[in-house]
């Protein structure tokens, strides 16, 4: 209570906001955890293709993968 104060208080210096929006924090986890999955391919962790459309094709087949294993 005295922390939400506070914040109000300092306005928009006072940090993140004191309130909480569960549907935007459930939308942002699912994307943080996709793209974590995404990252355990070390190719596209690591950005080893020097091209744009090979990063994206291996991007898209992971993808698939991924989905596919569901």
Request: charged share 30%; aromatic share 8%; net charge positive.
């Amino acid at each position: 209570m005295d922390q939400t104060r506070n914040r109000l208080r300092r306005g928009p210096r006072g940090g993140r906001p004191p309130s909480f929006d569960a549907d935007a924090y459930k939308q942002r986890n699912t994307v943080e955890r996709c793209i974590n999955r995404l990252k355990q391919w070390r190719g596209l962790a690591m950005r080893t293709d020097k091209l744009a459309i090979a990063y994206q094709a291996a991007l898209h087949l992971a993808a698939i993968l991924i989905w596919a294993r569901r």
